[in-house]
């Protein structure tokens, strides 16, 4: 859980999922608190191969695909496009549906709409009308939740950085 200024946990008992699992029995044998801002910086710079193994799930899944990609026809990358459009319709369904209804969302369609916010990707799904209309909204439930408030201020900064990097680097 959280508090305006720090992550904790409740229960640590295993979820059985191990990845989640290892997560949050770190968290757990944490000395003390730590605010929701820490721990994102640490669990993404100490676990990358968290990423690998979601990106594994979301193969498995039939979500994603797993390709090989040349990047200047010598350098080898990997790039997991979707196998299907069908998640992108959901998803936007469902950010759809909590913009224009009153009702509260749960915690895990906050965090989406969160992201999707400090990402752009609301300012570009939504026409500009729809997205002046539903401004408040948007403000209201991207604070509902602490993670997603830290989640969206770290991707903020990403993008920022990427930004002030692509303006002192140009191609």
């Known amino acids: 859980d959280t508090d305006p200024h720090r ?6 008992a295993d979820t059985g999922d191990a990845l989640l699992d290892g997560v949050l029995q770190e968290i757990a044998a944490a000395e003390g ?4 801002a820490w721990w994102v910086d640490a669990l993404a710079g100490r676990h ?5 193994q979601v990106m594994h799930r979301l193969v498995e899944a ?3 695909r797993q390709e090989e990609r040349r990047f200047l026809w010598v350098f080898s990358r990997r790039a997991y ?3 299907s459009g069908r998640e992108r ?8 549906t909590i913009l224009f209804n009153d009702d509260v969302p749960d915690p895990r369609d906050t965090l989406l709409l969160g992201l999707a916010n400090a990402s752009g990707v609301l300012s570009r799904m939504l026409s500009v009308a729809e997205f002046e209309r539903a401004a408040a ?3 209201q439930i991207a604070n509902l939740e602490e993670i997603g408030r830290t989640v969206a201020t770290v991707c903020r900064q990403v993008l920022d950085a990427l930004g002030v990097t692509a303006r002192n680097y140009p191609v």
């Open 81 to 83: 496009p979707p196998v």
């Open 89 to 96: 319709l959901e998803a936007k369904a469902r950010l759809m």
């Open 137 to 139: 909204r948007i403000a």
């Open 33 to 36: 608190t730590q605010p929701t």
């Open 48 to 52: 990358s191969h968290i990423l690998d």
């Open 62 to 64: 039939g979500i994603l």
């Open 7 to 12: 992550l904790f946990v409740i229960d640590p």
